[in-house]
Structures are given as structure tokens and as C-alpha cells.
């Protein structure tokens, strides 16, 4: 009798789903691939966020120093058949410097859409200016430099823009020392130092 009963047992162990391997239904498993590739895309993101300083030139020779900002946003996102999920967006602003580092004006141009193709190192801003409109940056953003060209069409001008990553925390600190001038860290890295 007791062979009978293991036996059992054992045919009843082995048709019921193992302990923890509940299969998720279909709504779940789309939400799981969803979020995979929301985590993908944030992460590529993160290699080009954080602040760029550098030039925008004209095709009539005028040059603006600049001041890219970029910084990685959730914004919520309705998808159909799922429950809004909160999509990485790369968001920030284009600011004009005029006059020196932290004394002048600065005019802010807010990023209004960006798309960064991390297997092509593309990255595309729309910025919003108060003199230009619309400002469209298409670029390659690498190795902590975002260079490329620029165009306004509300006011037919384009041009090119090169800037290159900064560190936040030294960038705040001297902007409040004085002028700055540009130099070459041993490692190969332009910064902003202050002129002595």
C-alpha cells in the first residue's frame, strides 16, 4: 500500500507547475519586454547627459558660447492596451552666454523633442529660441562632444555647433571665480579654467 501511495504522490507532484515558475500572461509578458527596452533606451541616454560648454557659429560668422544642458527625464506615456508607462526622454535647454561666465545674460532656448540612434551616435535636438524660433540641432554626440550643424529656419540661418562635456561641479564653482580660458588636462580633456 505504501508503494501505491509514493507513487501517487509523486504523479501528483509532477503534473502540478513547479513552486515559483508561475508563467506570466500575455499583458504581463508585454509589459516585461516593454520595460526592458524603456531600461535600454535610458541607459543609452545616460552616456550623453550632463553639461557640454562650447561654440555656435553662423554661416555669417557670428559665434555664441553656449551652454548645452542635458539631463534624462520619466515622462508618462499611454500605450495602447497597457497602463501608461514612464518613458526616459532627454530634455534640457541650449543657453546663449552673453558677456562673461556667470556676470552676463543668459537666454535660455528650451529643448521642445531630442532623439538620440546610439548605434549611429546621432543625436537631434529642437530647441526653442526667443530671436531664432525653432532651433534644430542634428549631431554626433561621442566621447563627451556633441558636434554638428544647427539650422533657424523662421529666420534663414544655420550653422555649425561643437561643444564638449564639462564637470557640473568645477563648472559652477569657477564660474563664480571670473573669466574663463580654455586649456588641455593632461589626459586630453579640454576645460574651462580661470585666468589667474
Not at 551652454?67 to 492596451?81: I, N, T, Y
Not at 526616459?88 to 552666454?97: A, D, K
Not at 529656419?153 to 557640473?168: N, P, T, W, Y
Request: hydrophobic residues 40%; aromatic residues 4%; positive net charge.
Amino acid at each position: 500500500m505504501k508503494p501505491i501511495g509514493v507513487l501517487v504522490l509523486a504523479a501528483t507532484l509532477a503534473m502540478l507547475p513547479g513552486c515559483g515558475t508561475k508563467k506570466l500572461s500575455e499583458r504581463d509578458q508585454a509589459l516585461q519586454k516593454q520595460q526592458q527596452g524603456v531600461d535600454l533606451k535610458r541607459s543609452e541616454l545616460m552616456q550623453i547627459a550632463g553639461q557640454y560648454l562650447g561654440d555656435i557659429k553662423s554661416t555669417d560668422g557670428t559665434v555664441h558660447r553656449v551652454r548645452l544642458m542635458l539631463e534624462v527625464k520619466d515622462v508618462p506615456e499611454a500605450r495602447e492596451g497597457t497602463d501608461p508607462m514612464l518613458i526616459p526622454r532627454l530634455l534640457g535647454s541650449l543657453r546663449f552666454i552673453l558677456g562673461d561666465e556667470g556676470m552676463g545674460e543668459n537666454i535660455d532656448a528650451p529643448i521642445q523633442s531630442s532623439e538620440f540612434i546610439k548605434a549611429k551616435d546621432q543625436l537631434s535636438l529642437v530647441a526653442k529660441h526667443n530671436q531664432f524660433g525653432e532651433l534644430v540641432v542634428s549631431a554626433i554626440a561621442k566621447d563627451g562632444v556633441v558636434s554638428g550643424t544647427w539650422n533657424a529656419a523662421a529666420v534663414s540661418r544655420s550653422g555649425e555647433i561643437r561643444v564638449e562635456r564639462v564637470q557640473a561641479e568645477e563648472f559652477e564653482r569657477e564660474a563664480h571665480n571670473g573669466k574663463f580660458f580654455r586649456t588641455t588636462c593632461p589626459f586630453g580633456l579640454r576645460l574651462l579654467r580661470r585666468c589667474s
